[in-house]
């Protein structure tokens, strides 16, 4: 009587049950691959409720038995047996189901004790190695692994399944734990550096990078699916309910025969009920992206001796070593997603390329849509980043966009919250603002875009300002709010950057940008006189030119040196609008005869005379023009930026010394996982619901220390090269990148 419900005594025969197969799974015991308990201990439905302290005392005994009887890498090979028969059979049965979810119930809660608590580098004590003879005895047509070979076995299998089987209102419970079950097996990284070395063992997330090129582009294009459409997790009459006053690690799953496992882990009863404010609401797709992101962004250092390559004698290094090499191993599912093709693409095209890697075709413009909804979501911003560095075929799709605000609207939007914000998210936002600064046509196009209004701009009105000017005054924002609060730096030099490249570009900048890009020069150079003011021996001022004294504090004499650089760059992007674009940008001009005396104590320094030489021009230009019209009084606004106006089409240049434009480009360091690894782990144990022991935790702490951060700006000119490295004191997490901007003249 399946539908009648269970009375006390059932129910305490079914406990009595469910306590002797766990005490069989957990015991001294071995049980071969062969046996029938193992169909057994999945099919039960487990009704009952199981205080914590009892799985944690299952947990404890698996540990202690599971050297001599691997029932753990037996329990995960059961899994994917099933995880293929279901994608094998036409018609899947309710029990396969039921099998398969327990499965990854039960492999979850024990793999991640195991992980937590394992005392060896290489994670022996998960014994993922089965007796050939046993293999045998169970597998008629042989494993089709070799002994030490079962970790590539279960993680195939379970790659397989992602990559194959369709997610269904039957399927997506069982979907949903075994993206649980991918993100568990590969927190082996949280154990150890950001680094991965040779010597570092991953049985899991390594045996992921040995799969073929076919199921790595499967798996790349079904998690980036899975994102985009964002199946929800409907509940039926199976619903998941936590055990009353019991902390994180149990739950109880109630209801039909299909939901049967009572160690589910509180994470999913917390994730599948609750959200945050900005959540997508879709477990699948969260943790398809972060598996994903997990997964292109690991790179592992594999060391050569290069010594057994010369023919001649072996090269010693200068402590008498054999000469080695060292080289990170590909990353073949970050190639997967560089190599990623829109379907409106010919397939013809997409084959031609198909020898440089897996090839993924993706609905670029549904991906494009999916990213502005939720890019809230720092993992979406982190995939994101990821697209337009790494996929220049998506970068020339976004480019290419009419509706760039799409995108871009959400990416201000949240830089201008950036208290709300972490430093990271900050980081990758602003970073891609450089990236497509890059481009000139998406220079121009942001000015031909106008927004009806900015509703969440609350210090001013902002009705039918272009994208671009918006942009510009969400950056100077930020360098403000960075020089008030963060201190930081890289945030200051990637917005100065990202302004430089749109410099030359600017089309009708509104009248507020333009204030708000003078008043940047004003607060940077009364920062830089600050500084000047305190270091050890005062700047001497005689008859109006500056002369630095010898002895300077170091501290302070390197951050008046970074200030010096800032204004520079702020008065090259004023002189590149000045120089390419014044007749279309009358209100920049306003603003700077507005604020012409913030000009006037650099004129003679010897670091920026030369760039104020135009500004001077183009002052002296329209202060004649204004005085010859000034022959009644003071002049309106409105009356002196009708003669800006009108002056503006007669401009033509004259006594301007033309400076080549300045181009700053990205470009990652050459260790970038030292970043991108934490990076993403950091968002998976906030967005996952994994509750991973923080006491266990090696790559990254509750609380990280400041860290110092290596920004290399590289200033060519004509004649020398300059090279300045600058230290970010206050990113959480070291940030690498390089910038390059090119200058007539230094």
């Known amino acids: 009587m399946g539908g009648v419900p269970s009375t006390p005594r059932r129910a305490a025969r079914l406990r009595s049950e469910a306590e002797g197969l766990?005490?069989?799974?957990?015991?001294?015991?071995?049980?071969?691959?062969?046996?029938?308990?193992?169909?057994?201990?999945?099919?039960?439905?487990?009704?009952?409720?199981?205080?914590?302290?009892?799985?944690?005392?299952?947990?404890?005994?698996?540990?202690?038995?599971?050297?001599?009887?691997?029932?753990?890498?037996?329990?995960?090979?059961?899994?994917?047996?099933?995880?293929?028969?279901?994608?094998?059979?036409?018609?899947?049965?309710?029990?396969?189901y039921l099998k398969a979810i327990n499965g990854a119930h039960i492999s979850s809660i024990f793999l991640k004790y195991l992980i937590e608590n394992a005392k060896?580098?290489?994670?022996?004590?998960?014994?993922?190695?089965?007796e050939e003879e046993e293999m045998h005895k169970s597998f008629q047509n042989g494993f089709g692994c070799g002994l030490d070979q079962v970790g590539a076995f279960i993680m195939k299998g379970l790659l397989s399944f992602i990559s194959m089987s369709e997610i269904s209102s039957d399927s997506c419970l069982l979907h949903?734990?075994?993206?649980?079950?991918?993100?568990?097996?590969?927190?082996?990284?949280?154990?150890?550096?950001?680094s991965p070395g040779p010597k570092?063992?991953?049985?899991?997330?390594?045996?992921?990078?040995?799969?073929?090129?076919?199921?790595?582009?499967?798996?790349?294009?079904?998690l980036l699916l899975t994102?985009?459409?964002?199946?929800?997790?409907?509940?039926?009459?199976?619903?998941?309910?936590?055990?009353?006053?019991?902390?994180?690690?149990?739950?109880?799953?109630?209801?039909?025969?299909?939901?049967?496992?009572?160690?589910?882990?509180?994470?999913?009863?917390?994730?599948l009920v609750s959200s945050s404010g900005e959540g997508s609401g879709s477990s699948l797709a969260d943790n398809s992206l972060l598996i994903l992101l997990i997964l292109i962004h690991y790179r592992k250092r594999i060391i050569v001796d290069n010594s057994s390559l010369d023919k001649i004698e072996p090269i010693n290094n200068a402590n008498g070593c054999l000469k080695v090499d060292s080289f990170f191993d590909e990353n073949s599912y970050c190639r997967a997603l560089e190599n990623a093709r829109d379907v409106e693409f010919d397939l013809v095209d997409v084959e031609s390329d198909a020898q440089s890697g897996p090839v993924v075709r993706l609905p670029f413009a549904s991906l494009f849509d999916t990213l502005g909804l939720y890019l809230f979501d720092e993992s979406s911003v982190l995939l994101l980043y990821s697209l337009v560095h790494g996929n220049s075929?998506?970068?020339?799709?976004?480019?290419?966009?009419?509706?760039?605000?799409?995108?871009?609207?959400?990416v201000l939007e949240m830089l201008y919250d950036a208290s709300k914000r972490t430093s990271n998210q900050i980081y990758m936002l602003l970073i891609i603002l450089l990236i497509l600064s890059q481009d000139s046509s998406f220079n121009a196009s942001i000015h031909k875009l106008i927004l009806p209004s900015v509703p969440w701009y609350k210090e001013r009105l902002l009705h039918h300002t272009s994208l671009g000017s918006l942009m510009v005054v969400i950056l100077i924002r930020t360098v403000k709010y960075n020089l008030s609060k963060l201190r930081d730096v890289y945030l200051h030099t990637n917005c100065l950057a990202t302004l430089a490249n749109m410099a030359p570009h600017v089309h009708r900048l509104s009248a507020y940008a333009s204030q708000r890009l003078v008043s940047l020069f004003d607060m940077l150079s009364r920062k830089y006189m600050k500084l000047a003011e305190t270091r050890n021996d005062k700047v001497l001022k005689i008859e109006g030119v500056f002369v630095e004294g010898d002895e300077l504090s170091e501290d302070t004499s390197s951050e008046?040196?970074?200030?010096?650089?800032?204004?520079?760059?702020?008065?090259?992007?004023?002189?590149?609008?000045?120089?390419?674009?014044?007749?279309?940008?009358?209100?920049?001009?306003?603003?700077?005869?507005?604020?012409?005396?913030?000009?006037?104590?650099?004129?003679?320094?010897?670091?920026?005379?030369?760039?104020?030489?135009?500004i001077y021009t183009v002052l002296d230009f329209f202060n004649s023009r204004m005085d010859a019209q000034n022959m009644d009084g003071e002049l309106s606004v409105e009356k002196v930026l009708q003669i800006i106006i009108t002056n503006c089409r007669s401009w033509r240049g004259e006594g301007m010394k033309m400076f080549t434009q300045l181009r700053f480009t990205y470009e990652q360091e050459h260790n970038p996982e030292e970043f991108f690894i934490p990076y993403v782990w950091q968002l998976a144990l906030s967005n996952s619901g994994i509750d991973f022991n923080p006491s266990a935790v090696q790559l990254i702490s509750v609380e990280s220390p400041p860290e110092v951060s290596a920004l290399v700006l590289v200033c060519h000119t004509t004649s020398i090269s300059f090279f300045f490295i600058y230290f970010c004191i206050n990113a959480p997490i070291s940030v690498y990148f390089i910038l390059y901007y090119d200058m007539l003249c230094f």
Not at 176 to 192: K, P, Y
Request: with cysteine; hydrophobic share 45%; glycine share 4%.
């Open 560 to 614: 008046l040196h970074i200030y010096t650089d800032f204004l520079r760059i702020v008065l090259e992007i004023l002189n590149a609008i000045l120089s390419y674009a014044l007749p279309r940008n009358p209100e920049i001009v306003y603003a700077i005869m507005h604020r012409q005396e913030v000009f006037q104590p650099f004129k003679n320094h010897p670091r920026f005379s030369e760039l104020l030489e135009n």
């Open 22 to 96: 766990l005490g069989v799974f957990v015991g001294e015991k071995p049980v071969p691959l062969s046996s029938n308990f193992w169909h057994e201990l999945l099919e039960l439905p487990l009704t009952v409720r199981w205080p914590e302290e009892r799985v944690l005392e299952a947990c404890q005994a698996l540990a202690q038995n599971n050297y001599y009887t691997r029932h753990l890498a037996k329990i995960m090979i059961i899994l994917v047996l099933c995880l293929q028969e279901l994608t094998a059979v036409g018609a899947a049965t309710p029990t396969l």
């Open 393 to 410: 075929n998506f970068l020339e799709y976004v480019l290419v966009r009419t509706d760039l605000d799409t995108l871009l609207m959400p």
């Open 176 to 194: 949903h734990e075994v993206l649980n079950l991918m993100l568990v097996a590969m927190s082996t990284q949280l154990r150890s550096g950001p």
């Open 200 to 222: 570092d063992v991953h049985p899991f997330i390594d045996a992921a990078m040995t799969q073929g090129n076919a199921l790595v582009g499967s798996v790349v294009r079904k």
């Open 120 to 130: 060896s580098n290489n994670f022996e004590e998960l014994y993922l190695i089965i």
């Open 227 to 271: 994102y985009i459409t964002r199946p929800g997790m409907p509940f039926t009459s199976t619903s998941y309910l936590p055990v009353p006053g019991g902390q994180s690690g149990v739950l109880q799953k109630v209801g039909s025969a299909a939901a049967s496992f009572v160690l589910l882990p509180y994470y999913t009863f917390n994730y």
